[in-house]
């Protein structure tokens, strides 16, 4: 019997039943990140951790400040005593700096956690920006329009992911050219 590494497990705990449809994206982009972590060398268990844990920050028992990478990393931080490249990275995915700024949440952000930048960065970018909400696949560009859509017109997320977006779609393809080579 193969046991399940905390990182699945505490994001199965948190995510499976309060918010099954963010439990199967987490669980899509872990999978992903386990398929592409080769490309990270030495941090792969950084990135595979980080990719299953990126959402817990939804988790109705974490919510506080409504900025769900802030919450999710500071839980971590606090509670699970996890690393702290692990806690940046879920901090920092997929370019949340924009929306903790856009929430007046960036001074917070950056007091408490390190930014996380270059392939490391773009590979958690790439797991959770090329995953739908269901954990299936999907290229880049259809993954935004799905949560400009989702979101609506005036919402802080589409906002901020509408800022993000050219960021996002760079290390996407950068990610994704490094995988047919």
Not at 124 to 150: F, H, N, Q, W
Request: with cysteine.
């Amino acid at each position: 019997m193969t046991s399940v590494p905390w990182w699945q497990g505490l994001a199965e705990q948190l995510l499976a039943e309060p918010l099954p449809r963010r439990w199967a994206h987490s669980q899509g982009v872990g999978r992903k990140a386990e398929s592409i972590a080769h490309l990270v060398g030495a941090d792969a268990e950084v990135l595979i951790s980080a990719a299953w844990l990126h959402d817990i920050g939804y988790a109705p028992a974490l919510v506080k400040t409504g900025l769900h990478s802030l919450d999710g990393a500071r839980h971590l931080r606090d509670v699970e005593q996890a690393d702290p490249r692990v806690c940046s990275l879920v901090a920092y995915h997929s370019c949340a700096q924009i929306e903790a700024r856009n929430r007046g949440l960036d001074d917070e952000l950056t007091a408490e956690f390190d930014p996380v930048d270059g392939l490391l960065a773009d590979a958690l970018i790439y797991c959770d920006m090329t995953t739908t909400p269901d954990g299936e696949p999907a290229d880049v560009e259809k993954r935004l329009s799905e949560i400009l859509s989702r979101y609506g017109p005036g919402d802080v997320v589409t906002e901020s992911i509408t800022e993000a977006a050219p960021r996002i779609v760079t290390a996407a393809h950068r990610i994704g050219a490094l995988l047919v080579t």
